[in-house]
């Protein structure tokens, strides 16, 4: 049992309630999967805010937690390589640091890849807070047969090591001990950083000289230093502004000399580790195969891997439909509708328009998109199994090939592959893609993805239109809307980004068992913060829908929303839409099944027969652009908020609306005139 | 497979005397040394971040001879596109 210790720790550390005014702050960093989420989940529990770093889109996340009667905050750093300014996370990182100077930096360092996970110490030991090495996953490396000593390690950094299998609690008391003998100075601390490789070293002690006395506060002198040699672009920015104009002109025609120079820092960081892993590795690891050289033989096979790829999404979607579905009829018969009735009958002495308000403007509309819940976490879930056991960067490997038809690469598959189920979390997905530039193209693509609310849509309408072939029909739209994404994805990829793909190269990081309650935590956490964000907009959304579509008169069919698709038919003549069709279209904007029980009560059908109708009503043209149209239609205004959520941007998000409107547009009228060519 | 890069200039020859070759044209199995790397900056920095520095030993896991392959440098396996790899000067391990 791993629970035991876990515990015990638990019981040792109270997860801290409220802010303490004199409480220490530790900042965690550490590389993606190196057992930094389950060391902060440990230590702060439920007690943790998520929220952004100001300005930026990166996930910020902090904590409290009490140990021997002392008060701590932590702060989780986002999970970075290096602190190079090549990516929002590596500057957020460094820059707290640096700005915040935190009294103690733990650096989570996984042992079964020390060389690796070392990179990141050998930058955090040059920047001004103390640093204490937590050696996670101990276990693990002595199962691959290595030894490591952590003292020597120790007095090889200057840094204090503490051992520890974070997962099973072990080593964190020591940890916690350790961070507080730093803070009292009871340890003495006193970090023996990097060179740089010896060519450089006359180079590094000239810029030094040169930008001596002018580097701005709280920015040390000889990291800035360095980090101009790397050709950092935001230190070079700065010192550009804090540096004289003349000294300046030195500084630049020495760095424009050495534009290699960031290999030999590189060079120099690796040279550093290699003496402290000969030093402190007593015995290597066994030549021996290891699991994830096993698995990989299969999971990153051009065939099998894609075989496999396929039976791990293909159990999502049936978790999907087996679970969520039902679980959202659910909700839906009994919350929803539930509340919606107490709520109507509570409020049966009030004026009709306030009770309608209530009940269909925010119980409805809001419900609607609560329904999806069910759906959301699922798909949280399997995102964090599959980024937590390490799968993730295997699905991008394998995809890698076919995303480039899209402009993309392999990372961008999985966040839009969840699109088929929900165009939230397949935004929210995105977040795994590093490079800002694919992760601003999937983003824009992933509402084009048909989700099972679209698709609910085609499976109430197509046999109506088109009996027997309506199956066909249904795929036909499917994988035209699939074409329309790959000839979008390459056009967007060319005018904005001017074609250049993000470059592709990843860590495949070694497999390990899932920990359930860093899964657990991340499902809560994304579903909880989605829900208080996009809450308001979804809100203001329903109500306004709902009042334009009852005002003035109380009835659909007079009300602003039916004026507003009359004023709209001349539109929507192009792709043979009535105003019916249109008013139709646009209450989709709070979710995408609702056009279907908006037709149901312009036609006064209520559910039975209403498809029938619509067959009798329009033409088979004007069904198969209707659909078309809808399928690429403005996306649900849940998604719209998980846009400007992700992208941070209310001009990017407009933007990228006005496009899929004018796509669904042109696409719906362009087939409307050829199902007429065709005499549909 | 690996001429076919565009970003390789046309007048670099293509194996050098000594056996230096882009990582893509090493097989499955081979091992080899870093010995250059030519990419823009923000490539650079990362490739590396991730350890192929000059004289770090690489050898390849897996190499289909066309999509992206997957490399063992300092103790991690890295996955890189072709187009990537093929900027990784490497010196074959004499066998």
Same mark, same amino acid.
């Given at each position: 049992?791993?629970?035991?210790?876990?515990?015990?720790?638990?019981?040792?550390?109270?997860?801290?309630?409220?802010?303490?005014?004199?409480?220490?702050?530790?900042?965690?960093?550490?590389?993606?999967?190196?057992?930094?989420?389950?060391?902060?989940?440990?230590?702060?529990? !439920?007690?943790?805010?998520?929220?952004?770093?100001?300005?930026?889109?990166?996930?910020?996340?902090?904590?409290?937690?009490?140990?021997?009667?002392?008060?701590?905050?932590?702060?989780?750093?986002?999970?970075?390589?290096?602190?190079?300014?090549?990516?929002?996370?590596?500057?957020?990182?460094?820059?707290?640091?640096?700005?915040?100077?935190?009294?103690?930096?733990?650096?989570?360092?996984?042992?079964?890849?020390?060389?690796?996970?070392?990179?990141?110490?050998?930058?955090?030991?040059?920047?001004?807070?103390?640093?204490?090495?937590?050696?996670?996953?101990?276990?693990?490396?002595?199962?691959?047969?290595?030894?490591?000593?952590?003292?020597?390690?120790?007095?090889?950094?200057?840094?204090?090591?503490?051992?520890?299998?974070?997962?099973?609690?072990?080593?964190?008391?020591?940890?916690?001990?350790?961070?507080?003998?730093?803070?009292?100075?009871?340890?003495?601390?006193?970090?023996?950083?990097?060179?740089?490789?010896?060519?450089?070293?006359?180079?590094?002690?000239?810029?030094?000289?040169?930008?001596?006395?002018? +580097?701005?506060?709280?920015?040390?002198?000889?990291?800035?230093?360095?980090?101009?040699?790397?050709?950092?672009?935001?230190?070079?920015?700065?010192?550009?502004?804090?540096?004289?104009?003349?000294?300046?002109?030195? +500084?630049?025609?020495?760095?424009?000399?050495?534009?290699?120079?960031?290999?030999?820092?590189?060079?120099?960081?690796?040279?550093?580790?290699?003496?402290?892993?000969?030093?402190?590795?007593?015995?290597?690891?066994?030549?021996?195969?290891?699991?994830?050289?096993?698995?990989?033989?299969?999971?990153?096979?051009?065939?099998?891997?894609?075989?496999?790829?396929?039976?791990?999404?293909?159990?999502?979607?049936?978790?999907?439909?087996?679970?969520?579905?039902?679980?959202?009829?659910?909700?839906?018969?009994?919350?929803?509708?539930?509340?919606?009735?107490?709520?109507?009958?509570?409020?049966?002495?009030?004026?009709?328009?306030?009770?309608?308000?209530?009940?269909?403007?925010?119980?409805?509309?809001?419900?609607?998109?609560?329904?999806?819940?069910?759906?959301?976490?699922?798909?949280?879930?399997?995102?964090?199994?599959?980024?937590?056991?390490?799968?993730?960067?295997?699905?991008?490997?394998?995809?890698?090939?076919?995303?480039?038809?899209?402009?993309?690469?392999?990372?961008?598959?999985?966040?839009?592959?969840?699109?088929?189920?929900?165009?939230?979390?397949?935004?929210?997905?995105?977040?795994?893609?590093?490079?800002?530039?694919?992760?601003?193209?999937?983003?824009?693509?992933?509402?084009?993805?048909?989700?099972?609310?679209?698709?609910?849509?085609?499976?109430?309408?197509?046999?109506?239109?088109?009996?027997?072939?309506?199956?066909?029909?249904?795929?036909?739209?499917?994988?035209?809307? !699939?074409?329309?994404?790959?000839?979008?994805?390459?056009?967007?990829?060319?005018?904005?980004?001017?074609?250049?793909?993000?470059?592709?190269?990843?860590?495949?990081?070694?497999?390990?068992?899932?920990?359930?309650?860093?899964?657990?935590?991340?499902?809560?956490?994304?579903? !909880?913060?989605?829900?208080?964000?996009? /809450?308001?907009?979804?809100?203001?959304?329903?109500?306004?829908?709902?009042?334009?579509?009852?005002?003035?008169?109380?009835?659909?069919?007079?009300?602003?929303?039916?004026?507003?698709?009359?004023?709209?038919?001349?539109?929507?003549?192009?792709?043979?839409?009535?105003?019916?069709?249109?008013?139709?279209?646009?209450?989709?904007?709070?979710?995408?099944?609702?056009?279907?029980?908006?037709?149901?009560?312009?036609?006064?059908? /209520?559910?039975?027969?209403?498809?029938?109708?619509?067959?009798?009503?329009?033409?088979?043209?004007?069904?198969?652009?209707?659909?078309?149209?809808?399928? !690429?239609?403005?996306?649900?205004?849940?998604?719209?908020?998980?846009?400007?959520?992700?992208?941070?941007?209310?001009?990017?998000?407009?933007?990228?609306?006005?496009?899929?409107?004018?796509?669904?547009?042109?696409?719906?009228?362009?087939?409307?005139?050829?199902?007429?060519?065709?005499?549909? | 497979?690996?001429?076919?890069?565009?970003?390789?200039?046309?007048?670099?020859?293509?194996?050098?005397?000594?056996?230096?070759?882009?990582?893509?044209?090493?097989?499955?199995?081979?091992?080899?040394?870093?010995?250059?790397?030519?990419?823009?900056?923000?490539?650079?920095?990362?490739?590396?971040?991730?350890?192929?520095?000059?004289?770090?030993?690489?050898?390849?896991?897996?190499?289909?001879?066309?999509?992206?392959?997957?490399?063992?440098?300092?103790?991690?396996?890295?996955?890189?596109?072709?187009?990537?790899?093929?900027?990784?000067?490497?010196?074959?391990?004499?066998?």
């Amino acid at each position: 049992m791993t629970v035991g210790p876990v515990q015990a720790v638990e019981q040792a550390i109270r997860n801290g309630s409220e802010l303490a005014q004199s409480s220490v702050v530790v900042a965690l960093a550490g590389r993606p999967n190196v057992g930094k989420s389950t060391l902060f989940n440990l230590l702060t529990g !439920l007690n943790q805010h998520v929220g952004n770093w100001p300005g930026k889109t990166v996930e910020r996340k902090a904590g409290y937690f009490t140990f021997d009667d002392r008060t701590y905050e932590l702060v989780d750093l986002p999970g970075t390589y290096s602190l190079t300014a090549n990516s929002a996370e590596e500057v957020v990182a460094r820059e707290y640091i640096i700005r915040d100077q935190p009294d103690v930096v733990i650096a989570m360092v996984d042992a079964a890849t020390l060389e690796r996970s070392l990179y990141l110490v050998a930058e955090l030991v040059t920047l001004p807070a103390p640093v204490v090495v937590g050696l996670n996953m101990i276990d693990v490396a002595r199962q691959e047969g290595m030894e490591i000593e952590p003292d020597v390690l120790s007095a090889a950094l200057g840094v204090p090591v503490v051992p520890m299998v974070a997962a099973k609690g072990e080593g964190v008391r020591e940890l916690l001990v350790v961070i507080d003998d730093v803070v009292n100075g009871r340890v003495p601390y006193s970090p023996k950083p990097p060179q740089i490789r010896a060519d450089h070293q006359a180079v590094l002690k000239d810029i030094l000289e040169l930008i001596g006395g002018s +580097v701005p506060a709280p920015y040390p002198e000889d990291w800035v230093a360095l980090k101009l040699l790397e050709g950092d672009q935001e230190i070079t920015k700065l010192m550009k502004r804090s540096v004289a104009e003349d000294i300046w002109e030195h +500084v630049y025609a020495i760095l424009r000399d050495h534009d290699d120079a960031l290999v030999a820092v590189a060079g120099g960081r690796y040279e550093w580790i290699g003496r402290m892993v000969r030093a402190a590795v007593t015995r290597p690891k066994a030549g021996q195969i290891g699991l994830t050289e096993r698995l990989d033989r299969w999971a990153t096979h051009p065939f099998w891997g894609v075989l496999i790829l396929a039976g791990i999404l293909g159990l999502a979607f049936w978790l999907t439909y087996t679970v969520g579905t039902p679980l959202q009829d659910l909700l839906d018969a009994y919350v929803v509708t539930g509340l919606a009735n107490l709520v109507g009958a509570w409020m049966a002495g009030t004026p009709a328009w306030l009770s309608g308000l209530v009940v269909e403007g925010i119980i409805g509309g809001v419900g609607a998109v609560i329904t999806f819940l069910p759906i959301l976490v699922i798909f949280f879930a399997v995102m964090g199994i599959l980024e937590d056991v390490g799968y993730m960067a295997r699905a991008a490997y394998v995809m890698d090939g076919f995303m480039h038809l899209m402009g993309l690469h392999g990372k961008s598959f999985l966040p839009l592959f969840l699109g088929f189920g929900c165009s939230v979390p397949a935004i929210l997905g995105a977040r795994v893609i590093d490079s800002k530039r694919a992760r601003l193209l999937t983003i824009f693509l992933a509402p084009l993805i048909p989700c099972t609310a679209r698709m609910a849509v085609i499976a109430f309408l197509a046999p109506a239109f088109f009996g027997s072939s309506a199956m066909l029909v249904s795929w036909g739209l499917v994988l035209l809307v !699939l074409a329309v994404i790959a000839i979008a994805g390459v056009l967007l990829n060319k005018l904005m980004f001017h074609g250049e793909r993000a470059a592709f190269i990843m860590e495949l990081p070694l497999y390990h068992v899932p920990n359930w309650r860093t899964i657990g935590l991340l499902m809560w956490q994304r579903s !909880l913060s989605f829900l208080q964000k996009a /809450g308001t907009l979804i809100l203001v959304v329903s109500v306004v829908v709902w009042a334009l579509s009852r005002l003035p008169g109380g009835e659909l069919g007079s009300s602003y929303l039916a004026a507003v698709g009359h004023w709209l038919e001349p539109v929507g003549r192009y792709m043979g839409l009535d105003w019916r069709l249109i008013v139709a279209l646009l209450a989709s904007f709070i979710a995408k099944e609702n056009s279907i029980a908006t037709l149901g009560v312009i036609f006064g059908t /209520g559910g039975g027969g209403l498809a029938e109708t619509l067959a009798a009503t329009y033409s088979t043209a004007t069904g198969l652009a209707f659909l078309v149209t809808q399928m !690429l239609f403005i996306p649900c205004v849940a998604t719209v908020a998980a846009i400007r959520q992700e992208t941070g941007s209310w001009r990017w998000t407009l933007f990228n609306l006005a496009f899929l409107l004018a796509l669904s547009l042109v696409a719906g009228a362009a087939v409307f005139w050829l199902a007429q060519i065709v005499g549909l | 497979m690996w001429h076919r890069h565009k970003s390789r200039r046309s007048s670099e020859p293509l194996e050098t005397a000594d056996g230096v070759v882009p990582l893509s044209a090493l097989g499955t199995g081979e091992h080899a040394v870093v010995v250059e790397l030519s990419a823009g900056h923000g490539l650079l920095a990362r490739m590396a971040s991730l350890g192929f520095t000059p004289g770090a030993p690489v050898s390849v896991i897996q190499n289909f001879g066309r999509g992206p392959l997957i490399a063992l440098v300092r103790d991690t396996r890295i996955a890189l596109g072709r187009g990537e790899a093929g900027r990784i000067m490497v010196r074959r391990n004499s066998r």
